[in-house]
């Protein structure tokens, strides 16, 4: 199974994001580096609207998460509701 | 270590690039707008002719047959950079956003007389395929023109008018549904009040010089468009009738053309007053692209202005002839 | 109808396509290859542009207000850096190199990229990736803007920024990445996506990005840090699009899997050529060192590489050609690079220098197989020669690879004591290369590679001198005389760091800032 990836930059907006994320990807590691942070997941990764709302206590566009964006690998699926990267083999 | 340093006070080895200092007589200050601008565009030693365009290099100058002896004469009078256009630009939104909001939230849409809401949606939903024409023809002025200072407000235009095409798109979902779109796309493509303006929209997709098609989307036909339907159709007539709420919704369009307008007069000021050549060729693009435009936008008029249309029409011509006067261009 | 009846509302998907393909239409007063003229000449065939995935969508508006966001925390962080002095926070001056290198060699192109993006996004006949294209391109105007708004402070204050567009013309190093960007815009569209869109930005610019950015954090440098990771934020966007690209040209026709291959082996040698400089710089230029260039390429290429050719496979798509020796040379690029400007310091735009002894200790840990057998000892004896007062300066002009214009510094897969030569007879002259690479490139398109613009070449012409020289006259100094035409300002852009007016400034103003006056 193949590893994909989210990058995100680290700051105030980003940490419920990252806690969202590592908890809805039990199987997810956490990479830290000099200002950014690399999610690495095998094979799938989901980001979730819902567990992003709960953390923030406000409404959360998916579309925001492009502010912090860094980097990412694998299909992209994007819905309202979640943003999944995959890859396929 | 952090270390305090502001309070070190050291004197600069030099104000800004070498390339800008020798455009603002020397060694001063920029603005961000002539440091994001000037001389971006590659000029000399190209790698390659293109193989899409062999008789040309990448950028190059001989694709128009205007003439300049500096392609960096033209500026905008925004002193827009992307920063600065995007600021603008969100600004705006916010104020759309509300104003569809607000629309929405007591819906006005609902209550507006039934006659209205037919005009609104046979009129405005076809423009949005000729706000898409105008995204792919500033597209091609963008890749094809030369010269950053000339080339770059383009491709913010272009994007504009993808966005507003989208605007017109939820002004068709607010009054109608999807099957407004549809008929809005089928009355474009099919029904006699569209075809002389489908038809040059899609003559100016083949206009290959890129100045040419500058003078015919940004100047001619946006020149005439604006002026007849959101100027005097929509804020002047519909708001008449009770159709204010349309008026909110189409703001964004009236403030943009105010705004856009500045730029696209003073590159045509530009040109003009470079040569009695560039004059003379851009009076006759225009002559010949405004008679087909209004022309072709009189059918569109008679949608909403029936019998006046021939009126208004002459009347936003004349107002157009004037305004390129003040530009330098005599029609 | 009943109009108090709520409207369904539209999902991400819906809605986006009614704001951009259902613009669209089908022309009739012209024909579409009048319209779309440069859609079929690359031998791609496309069946039904509406099968066509869109990748992020997003439409004007959030467009507009998340772009606006950004920009705002940008420059204000721009304008505090600035205000502060921020630059004399940086670890040290030698730091300042690698953003030079940035600024003249990636800023421009990625002005190159707004241009091929408004010409792409222009010429495909399908509606969806049209807008894509044109969003990228809007994008890309404004990295090489922010990017040149951040360094602009450093310009005020250090060498060798200060004519930036003008040297990327000239420059012999800079003509390897002008080069490999002009050779995509002249291609057709579907190779420029192919080349930019998939190959440089979804497989290789997390290695120019990523470790180069974080690396920037790590010396101090927030200018850098915030363009590098704002800019990167768009990326994301920008590797989707090239990864959809691939995809729908695959799944239109069989007949377009040669073709795509052959052009993926083609982009990732030629960016893997021009990624050398990032090598260096993450190698040799940060005085502190976050990781290395192998450990980069293992990570960002083999690693995700590796998972995306595997997922390509269904397709039929196999792994780039000549893996075997990148994989091979990713112990040796970035020494022998390093090397090549150390020995032309006085025709570059940067100084340079010797590593000092911890950072050879750091680089013998990274490169166990290399480093001390191969590099260490030439340095060494480099530095010692420099203590004698006879820095060393070759005056000889290189030989240049036809294909990347990187000087013949390369070696032999699998020898690294060995230069690689290659050479190709075309229409009565000869051409040279670097590797089997860049000479497979030629020959399939000898006649766009001869028209290169070879730097060493054109000075050898007499081509690379200020207007008015007279290489004829008494005492005539070459070299002199190109670095004028460079506008490379002698004794202050170049040579080594050591005694540089970079590096007394620098220490003057730091002094300044941490003692009493």
Known sequence: MSTVFIALQTNEDTRPIIGAILDDNPHARLNEQPAMVKIDAEGRLVVRRSSIEERIGRDFDLQELHINLISLSGNIDESDDELTLSWGA | MQIDLRTVAIKPLRQTFDHVARRIGGDKPASRYQEGTFDLQATANFQYRPTWDPEHEIFDAARTAIRMADWYAFRDPRQFYYGAYTLARAKQQDTAEANFDFVESRGLAAGLPAELTATVLKLLVPLRHVAWGANMNNASICAYGYGTAFSQPCIYHAMDQLGIAQYLTRVGLLFGDTDALDEGKRAWTADDAWQGLRRLVEDSFVVHDPFELFVVQNVVLDGLLYPLVFETIVDDVLSAGGGTAVAMLTQFMTDWFGETKKWVDATVKTAAAE???????????????????????????????????DEVVAEVVCQFNARLAKAGVEI | ????????????????????????????????????????????????????????????????????????????????????????????????????????????????????????????????????????????????????????????????????????????????????????????????????????????????????????????????????????????????????????????????????QRWIDKWMWRGYRVLTLVGMMMDYMLPKRIMSWKEAWEVYFEENGGALFKDLARYGIRPPKWLDQISFDKDHISHQAWATFYQYGAAAAFNTWTPNDEEMDW?????????????????????????????????????????????????????PTKICYREVDYQGSKYHFCSDGCKEIFEYEPEKYVQAWLPVHQIYQGNCFPEGADPTAEGFDPLAEVLKYYHVEMGRDNLDFEGSEDQKNFDQWRGQATKNA
């Not at chain 2, 004059?279 to 029936?306: E, N, S, Y």
């Not at chain 3, 003008?166 to 569209?189: C, I, K, N, Q």
């Not at chain 3, 036809?402 to 897969?413: D, G, K, R, S, V």
């Open chain 2, 275 to 309: 040569s009695a050549e560039n004059r003379a060729l851009l009076a006759r693009w225009i002559v010949h692209w405004r008679d087909r435009a209004a022309a072709a936008l009189l059918p569109v008029a008679r949608i909403a202005l029936g019998e006046r249309s």
């Open chain 3, 363 to 415: 680089l013998s840990q990274k490169y166990p197989n290399s480093f001390d057998k191969y590099y260490r000892p030439r340095l060494e004896y480099w530095r010692e020669q420099a203590a004698q007062g006879k820095r060393f300066y070759n005056k000889t002009l290189p030989m240049l690879c036809q294909t990347c214009q990187i000087p013949m510094l390369f070696t032999e897969p699998g020898d």
């Open chain 3, 1 to 260: 109808m009943d109009m108090q009846v709520a409207k369904k509302k539209l999902g991400l998907k819906e809605r986006y396509q009614v704001m951009t393909r259902g613009l669209d239409w089908t022309p009739s007063y012209q024909k579409m290859e009048d319209i779309y003229p440069y859609a079929a000449y690359e031998g791609i065939k496309i069946h039904d542009w509406d099968k066509w995935e869109d990748p992020f969508r997003l439409t004007m508006d959030a467009y507009w207000k998340y772009q606006a966001e950004k920009e705002r925390k940008l420059y204000a962080i721009i304008d505090a850096y600035a205000q502060n002095n921020g630059h004399l926070n940086v670890t040290d001056a030698r730091y300042l190199n690698a953003v030079k290198l940035f600024l003249t060699g990636i800023s421009p192109l990625e002005y190159m990229a707004h241009r091929g993006f408004a010409h792409v996004g222009r010429q495909f006949p399908g509606a969806g990736p049209r807008v894509a294209c044109l969003m990228q391109s809007i994008d890309e105007i404004r990295h090489a803007q922010t990017q040149i708004h951040s360094l602009s402070n450093y310009n005020k204050y250090y060498n060798g920024f200060h004519d930036f567009r003008h040297m990327l013309e000239r420059v012999w190093y800079l003509s390897v990445p002008r080069s490999f960007f002009d050779d995509a815009v002249t291609a057709g569209p579907f190779e420029f996506m192919v080349a930019i869109g998939f190959s440089f930005e979804y497989v290789l610019t997390n290695l120019l990005f990523v470790p180069f950015v974080s690396g920037a954090a790590y010396n101090g440098d927030m200018g850098t840090m915030t363009f590098g990771f704002s800019a990167q934020s768009d990326e994301a966007r920008h590797m989707t699009l090239g990864l959809e690209v691939i995809k729908f040209i695959l799944e239109q026709d069989p007949d377009n899997l040669p073709i795509v």
